[in-house]
């Protein structure tokens, strides 16, 4: 099942710096590729989504940068600071159907 | 509710006991996903449901895994002869709407099972 690939497994980062979490797919027919965050203890939550028809998503310090081309795509949390510190998920799905998540990054970011 | 509920959030029982795991999703919301997370790793999909209809359970693992939504509401995903295999986190989710494609999923906490 795994169609969507994550990396880095970890992440360290100074606070103020950015942090770049990035997906791969492989099914063409996604047309909806959402970021969700888990704080230890809790459910995923929705953080930010983008569709192909953009290459870019802003929502404050978080961005989606998306490449269709080369089926990848990419969080950008910048002036990183510790509360950001949680458990990054790239996902896909098709047609509003059941969505495939990845591995996950932890990411930490440090005072 | 507020939030997408279920229960139990820890379950430890015996190999080869049967377990059911219940989810109440946020009210109203048409659609309800199980998935199953291992510790560092992402859900993993089980199954899912619109209203009471199950859609897709394509990614239950083996006959022993089964899940109803009998008045499309309330979720109970069923374990039948547990092996220490099935030890995970189970996590329900539930979306409002799904018709404009972005399928926005509202994760309840999970039920933590534990088969010894």
């Known amino acids: 099942q795994q169609q969507v690939k994550q990396s880095p497994q970890s992440l360290i980062v100074q606070k103020g710096g950015i942090s770049i979490i990035n997906c791969a797919y492989e099914n063409t027919a996604f047309d909806y590729f959402p970021w969700y965050q888990q704080f230890p203890g809790k459910g995923p939550a929705l953080l930010i989504a983008?569709?192909?028809?953009?290459s870019e998503k802003k929502e404050g310090r978080f961005t989606i940068s998306f490449n269709k081309s080369a089926k990848q795509f990419s969080l950008h949390i910048m002036d990183s600071q510790p509360g950001d510190s949680a458990t990054y998920f790239c996902a896909a799905s098709r047609k509003s159907d059941k969505l495939i998540f990845g591995t996950g990054t932890r990411l930490q970011v440090f005072p | 509710g507020a939030g997408v509920s279920q229960s139990p959030r820890y379950k430890v029982t015996k190999r080869g006991q049967d377990v059911a795991l219940r989810c109440d999703p946020i009210?109203?919301?048409?659609?309800l996903y199980w998935y199953r997370q291992a510790l560092g790793q992402g859900p993993e999909f089980l199954t899912y449901?619109?209203?009471?209809?199950?859609?897709?359970k394509s990614g239950l693992p083996n006959d022993r895994f089964s899940a109803e939504r009998p008045e499309g509401s309330i979720s109970t995903l069923t374990i039948q002869r547990t092996e220490q295999r099935d030890s995970a986190m189970y996590r329900c989710?539930?979306?409002?709407?799904?018709?404009?494609?972005?399928?926005?999923?509202?994760f309840g906490a999970g039920s933590r099972l534990t088969v010894l």
């Open positions: 983008i569709r192909p028809d953009v």
């Open positions: 009210s109203g919301h048409v659609s």
């Open positions: 989710a539930s979306s409002q709407d799904r018709t404009s494609g972005a399928n926005v999923l509202t």
């Open positions: 449901f619109n209203y009471e209809a199950q859609q897709d």
